[in-house]
T-cell receptor
């Protein structure tokens, strides 16, 4: 079965712009989580969506937002981009209930110039 | 919320030696503890996981132990090989929230 798909793979944006990233989870998975990964900072949790509802949220400013559609696909939006937003953004999908494995997408590498 | 601490941040071993990475968690409701391996430029991938109803699990050269009383779990890699070089992340979950990850351990296996 198809894995987790993230688009685009690479993005270059200018400070002040906004960006939308997309994540298509594994079929049947209802949970999509987003993480920001920067060198030396590990996997910083942004938010999790389950059945179109934001179930958990990390400690990121309001410029970071997301949503999930009825087919479980999720989008993440970052407005008013800052240089510090340059990172690899990973999404992970899982069944979302009970102790189940999370599968990661390849990530979107965002560079803000 | 949950907090997961991971040590050490870097680990260098000789090929054939063992490597141990340790994590502690804070939420006593956590019941699922996976370990992910991330090679350079690639996505994190699950290598082993353990649930709270067992104390140890082994898969070839990799083993994980869990001490629920002390709230810590560890990854053990025996007979390390150069291809084991990567960043390893521990994580925890209650089943009703996203995984909380440790800060990662960069393992370097010297040939």
């Amino acid at each position: 079965k198809a894995g987790v798909t993230q688009t685009p793979r690479y993005l270059i944006k200018t400070r002040g712009q906004q960006v939308t990233l997309s994540c298509s989870p594994i079929s049947g998975h209802r949970s999509v989580s987003w993480y920001q990964q920067t060198p030396g900072q590990g996997l910083q949790f942004l938010f999790e969506y389950f059945s179109e509802t934001q179930r958990n949220k990390g400690n990121f400013p309001g410029r970071f937002s997301g949503r999930q559609f009825s087919n479980s696909r999720s989008e993440m939006n970052v407005s008013t981009l800052e240089l510090g937003d340059s990172a690899l953004y990973l999404c992970a999908s899982s069944l979302g209930q009970g102790d189940t494995e999370a599968f990661f997408g390849q990530g979107t590498r965002l560079t803000v110039v | 919320g949950e907090n997961v601490e991971q040590h050490p941040s870097t680990l260098s071993v000789q090929e054939g030696d063992s490597a141990v990475i340790k994590c502690t968690y804070s939420d006593s409701a956590s019941n699922y503890f996976p370990w992910y391996k991330q090679e350079l430029g690639k996505r994190p991938q699950l290598i082993i996981d353990i649930r709270s109803n067992v104390g140890e699990k082994k898969d070839q050269r990799i083993a994980v132990t869990l001490n629920k009383t002390a709230k810590h779990f560890s990854l053990h890699i025996t007979e390390t090989q150069p291809e084991d070089s990567a960043v390893y992340f521990c994580a925890s979950n209650t089943g009703r929230r996203a995984l909380t990850f440790g800060s990662g351990t960069r393992l370097q296996v010297q040939p």
